[in-house]
Structure formats: C-alpha cells, structure tokens
T-cell receptor, first 108, second 114 residues
Framework: KNEVEQSPQNLTAQEGEFITINCSYS?????LHWLQQHPGGGIVSLFM???GKKKHGRLIATINIQEKHSSLHITASHPRDSAVYIC??????????FGTGTSLTVIP | DSGVTQTPKHLITATGQRVTLRCSPRSGDLSVYWYQQSLDQGLQFLIQYYNGEERAKGNILERFSAQQFPDLHSELNLSSLELGDSALYFC?????????????FGQGTRLTVV
C-alpha cells in the first residue's frame, strides 16, 4: 500500500473547467506539499500547507489533517495548466513520500 | 525561476563510466535534497545534506555518493553506471533541515546511459 494515494491518475478537461485533484495519505504529517511537473521535466513547488487553505492565483489547496486528505483545485483551467501534479508528504525520516501523480491535460 | 541551479542539464555517457551532477541551492538555503525520477519508479528520495552534513538517506545505491561543500553547493557522484541509472536527477533546497518548510526544485539533470 502506498503511503500517499492520488486520484485521478489522468484527467482531461476543457479549457475553463474547474478541476479537483485529491490526495490521501496514511502517515501522520505536519505538512503536505503540492508539486507541478511540466512536460519539459522541471518541478515547481506550488504549495506547502499544514492546515486550512492556501490560494495562489487560480490555484487553491486545502488540507484536512484529521481526515488525512488534501485537494488541489484549479479554477478556470487553461492549456498551460497541463502538467503532472504530485502530492508529497514528509515522513519522520525527513524524506518525502510522493504520490504517483495526476496527469492533467487541458484542451483548448 | 526557483533559484536552484543544476548542471549539466543533459548528460549522455556509457555504461561503466562515472559522472558528477552539481546543484547550487537557493541563496540562504542550508538543505539540499537529491531525487531520482525514472520512468518506471517515479520520484525517489536519494539523500539530504544540511549545512555540510548528511541528514537523511533514502534509496541511494552504494555506487552513488554525494557531498555538500562549505559554500553549500552539492555534488552527486554516480559511478559504474548501468543502463538502469538513466533518469532525471533533481535537487531541491530548503531553508531548514526539515521538510516542514517549502522546498524549491532545480530543473533537473537528464542522464542517459548508453
């Protein structure tokens, strides 16, 4: 069993749609990271959150520590949002457990 | 631009060879983390250095080693390379030794072993 589960694995959306990516984890954590990996391969850190909600532009991340669940929302999706989104949680050994990623394609 | 610089961007080498990947962390960040991303295994943590000392170790092969220098840049050395070592190697940096702070990733080094 993976410590971090993401869903869906693949997602295709029309431009303008509201998108939700989910992340569930089984380990106790104090923070969760959302990462974005573009087709070119580079990884960008989107959010690090430990409670509640954070917003950056059209991206919103929420976390419920009690339910061990986080969501990443994209409002008014755009083709440039096409990427792989990865959820990562640190363990007590100071390593990341990574989700398998959600591959998002936004069609114009 | 994350502020983390990795060189080289691409590397092609033959089996059995040794290569060195370099990472310069964001200014002021004390921790450097190395990750390997291969097609079949996703992102895997290799090793972390904090202010020059090894802090955490993941699934790093004995043929691989790393160090962090006094100026805080880090090098990952891969030796006796095998075809299966072909992957994207990322480094990330953070201000503290903990992953409970934001981490910033470099653009990665794509290693191809032929």
């Amino acid at each position: 069993k993976n410590e971090v589960e993401q869903s869906p694995q693949n997602l295709t959306a029309q431009e303008g749609e509201f998108i939700t990516i989910n992340c569930s984890y089984s380990v106790g954590i104090s923070a969760l990271h959302w990462l974005q990996q573009h087709p070119g391969g580079g990884i960008v850190s989107l959010f690090m959150l430990s409670s509640g909600k954070k917003k950056h532009g059209r991206l919103i991340a929420t976390i419920n520590i009690q339910e061990k669940h986080s969501s990443l929302h994209i409002t008014a999706s755009h083709p440039r949002d096409s990427a792989v989104y990865i959820c990562a949680v640190p363990n007590t050994g100071n390593q990341f457990y990574f989700g398998t990623g959600t591959s998002l394609t936004v069609i114009p | 631009d994350s502020g983390v610089t990795q060189t080289p961007k691409h590397l092609i080498t033959a089996t059995g060879q040794r290569v060195t990947l370099r990472c310069s962390p964001r200014s002021g960040d004390l921790s450097v983390y190395w990750y390997q991303q291969s097609l079949d295994q996703g992102l895997q943590f290799l090793i972390q250095y904090y202010n020059g000392e090894e802090r955490a170790k993941g699934n790093i092969l004995e043929r691989f080693s790393a160090q962090q220098f006094p100026d805080l840049h880090s090098e990952l050395n891969l030796s006796s390379l095998e075809l299966g070592d072909s992957a994207l190697y990322f480094c990330a940096s953070s201000a503290t030794g903990s992953l409970n702070t934001e981490a910033f990733f470099g653009q990665g080094t794509r290693l191809t072993v032929v």
